[in-house]
């Protein structure tokens, strides 16, 4: 008779431990919006989001086990949460250069860009900077232009305190356009490159910087 109430405190305690630490203030629908980002990539549990100081863009810290785990930089574009790049980290024995190389985290291409682009872009970039490519993501807009592709997205509408409305909208993705962050997600900063495509070339346009 007495085990139905323990077992269901230990329920209630295990529940409550799989929510992530938050650091900064992030709204219910933008967490919602963050997990499910995080929860297309992978099935790790999420335990912290924190508050970058750039606007729409936070850090995301999941783990897989008590040794093992990533880092993701996630970033809200047009009411979307998605993610600009990734980096996995194990407790083990110290690595050699040549081990740090091959466990640099792998980029992800773009479905909207081609190999033979993507290739080029990663050249162009190293054109500039010799830094860790950590993600290469599409330049999305709200308007229709040319060498865009449309696709569907969802937003979320602030209708009053407390009050808001998901509803359908059609964003463009462009093809001759790309970000690329560059850094190491260890110092919680790094640079930002906007990539174009002017004929057949691939050139960087723009320079910013990214940190946390």
């Not at 992030?26 to 750039?54: F, K, M, N, W």
């Not at 729409?56 to 970033?75: F, H, K």
């Not at 792998?106 to 970039?125: K, L």
């Amino acid at each position: 008779m007495k085990l139905i109430p323990l077992l269901f405190t230990f329920a209630a305690v295990a529940s409550a431990s799989a929510h992530p630490r938050v650091i900064g203030h992030v709204a219910p629908e933008d967490l919602a919006g963050i997990t499910a980002a995080i929860s297309s990539d992978t099935q790790d549990r999420i335990v912290e989001v924190r508050v970058a100081s750039v606007a729409d863009r936070v850090g995301v810290q999941t783990e897989s086990g008590p040794s093992a785990g990533c880092r993701y930089l996630v970033q809200r574009t047009n009411g979307v949460w998605k993610i600009l790049g990734k980096s996995c980290w194990t407790r083990t024995t110290r690595l050699s250069q040549e081990d740090t190389e091959q466990r640099r985290p792998r980029v992800t291409r773009p479905s909207q860009v081609s190999e033979r682009d993507f290739t080029e872009i990663i050249a162009a970039v190293r054109a500039v900077t010799s830094e860790p490519i950590l993600a290469i993501d599409t330049v999305t807009v709200s308007k229709p232009v040319t060498e865009a592709i449309a696709r569907k997205a969802t937003t979320v509408d602030i209708l009053g305190p407390g009050r808001t409305r998901m509803r359908e909208i059609v964003v463009y993705d462009r093809t001759d356009q790309v970000g690329v962050s560059t850094g190491d997600y260890r110092n919680l900063k790094g640079d930002s490159y906007l990539v174009v495509k002017r004929g057949a070339t691939w050139k960087v346009e723009k320079k910013s910087f990214w940190i946390h």
